[in-house]
């Protein structure tokens, strides 16, 4: 990978999908491929990959951008969820002890 030594902003923004409702701006911190497998022209056939990502926040993003824009929307779907969940108390998790 290769990143553009201009500012930030100027950089693609890399989203992390893992579901419909989860959407999420990342930045890639670290990336280790093993090729594990190859043909005969010595091709990978196969590989493992290990990627270390680090979701980026409102404060991360700058005010206006698609990552921006993503990250809200993703925090709007977090509050509709926290909605449908029914109220608990401490003793409902079992944790009637803990003040």
């Not at 590989?47 to 709007?76: M, N, V």
């Amino acid at each position: 990978m290769y990143s553009d030594p201009g500012p930030q902003s100027a950089l693609p923004v890399i989203l992390f999908v893992w579901g419909a409702r989860r959407i999420l701006p990342v930045r890639v911190i670290d990336l280790h491929i093993r090729e594990s497998g190859f043909d005969l022209g010595l091709t990978p056939v196969a590989a493992e990959l290990e990627i270390t990502l680090q979701l980026l926040k409102d404060a991360d993003l700058p005010a206006g951008s698609a990552g921006r824009a993503l990250w809200d929307a993703h925090l709007q779907v977090l509050k509709i969820e926290a909605t449908r969940l029914p109220s608990a108390t401490l003793a409902d998790l079992g944790l009637a002890g803990v003040p």
